[in-house]
């Protein structure tokens, strides 16, 4: 049978009833907050997962108290109440998670960004909303700046209430140092009341959705490489150069982002080149082979490409790179900059990954 927290509402009602049943040869009038109370006693008994976490503390009490309160139960009352429990669920054509967070965790991914951060904003109140759950949505990039500014001992609640696997990836994007402090925090936190746990959640749940969106996904230095990526040599020289000169930290990390066709043998990994070459033109692929193998930096990367295919293709593409002649620099460019963005697409898409080079 399945369980509907939202059918328990009426327990929230000042009025419910919560006198004793009077036994008797008539079936007495049953209260909303007695029918809950028999319902989720028959679930219980049956085994049936009830999320009674999901209601309004309140709510939880008033189910308890009440249940506490009764003692037996008529076959012919419990045979009442279930077959109404029953008729009120068939009756039911579409429901709604109740609340605004419920709405927004609906509508996730339909809601413009600036909306969603404004609604949450709005709800971040709501003390009947789960913050962690709301936390352990978000990605550890979100988390860790807040966590960098607040004391080891919230980090170490944080860290409990994630689960282990995200728990251990935020650990490991902290300092070591600061790492180590909150390593030992978590020690402490055996006598946390569960109030306090939730004060937390709320709190770190409103500075994360006070957090200022960003206008771009990735970063300066990720975009500045993207771009660079498939501009022509000649100006990726000298923008890196002037780079160098106005901010070399700046440039180090446009460095890191940079992926020409020189970097493809040391970064694709041979398993993904058939996946590579499948979305390439074939004149774009002899024009880039042609002009690379004739280049000392770029052959080893057309070399790569070449050995990673079936024999009969590389034969084939060998045989038409030979008959192709001479190729301009210009269009050498625009080919390789097809395969560079051709792997930049699958890497996005998340059909291949990147070897990253030890430093």
């Not at 509402?9 to 919560?18: C, E, I, M, R, T």
């Not at 404004?118 to 979100?142: C, F, H, K, V, Y």
């Not at 020409?260 to 499948?278: G, Q, W, Y």
């Not at 490409?305 to 034969?315: A, F, G, H, K, P």
């Amino acid at each position: 049978m399945a369980f509907n927290p939202a059918m328990l509402a009426s327990l929230s009602n000042p009025d419910a009833f919560n006198a004793p049943m009077v036994p008797g040869d008539t079936l007495p009038a049953i209260r909303p907050r007695e029918k809950a109370a028999i319902i989720v006693r028959l679930l219980l008994a049956e085994g049936a997962p009830i999320k009674l976490a999901a209601l309004p503390e309140g709510i939880q009490t008033a189910l308890a108290q009440q249940m506490g309160q009764m003692r037996r139960v008529s076959r012919d009352t419990l045979r009442v109440v279930v077959d109404e429990f029953l008729a009120e669920m068939e009756q039911v054509g579409l429901s709604f998670p109740g609340g605004l967070e419920g709405a927004l965790t609906i509508m996730d991914g339909h809601l413009s960004a600036n909306a969603a951060s404004r609604l949450r904003r709005m709800s971040g109140g709501n003390s009947s909303i789960d913050p962690w759950e709301r936390i352990n949505a978000l990605t550890l990039d979100r988390i860790l700046p807040v966590l960098e500014e607040e004391s080891v001992e919230v980090c170490a609640v944080v860290l409990s209430k994630l689960p282990v696997p995200r728990a251990a990836d935020l650990l490991s994007k902290l300092p070591g140092e600061r790492a180590r402090q909150v390593a030992y925090a978590v020690s402490l936190t055996g006598n946390v009341d569960p109030d306090t746990v939730q004060r937390i959640g709320m709190s770190l749940a409103v500075q994360l959705d006070s957090q200022p969106l960003k206008a771009f996904d990735a970063g300066p230095g990720e975009r500045v490489g993207a771009i660079l990526n498939i501009a022509a040599a000649s100006t990726r020289d000298d923008v890196m150069k002037g780079l160098l000169e106005a901010d070399a930290e700046f440039a180090e990390v446009v460095r890191k982002n940079i992926f020409t066709f020189e970097h493809i043998k040391a970064k694709l990994s041979p398993r993904d080149v058939p996946k590579v070459i499948r979305i390439i033109d074939q004149v774009s692929l002899v024009t880039a082979l042609g002009f690379a193998l004739s280049n000392p930096d770029l052959e080893p990367s057309a070399d790569h490409i070449l050995v990673n295919l079936s024999q009969r293709m590389t034969q084939s593409l060998r045989e038409e790179i030979s008959a192709r002649g001479k190729i301009k620099e210009k269009d050498a460019e625009e080919a390789m900059g097809t395969i560079v963005m051709a792997i930049r697409q699958l890497e996005g898409s998340g059909e291949i990954v990147l070897i990253q080079p030890e430093e």
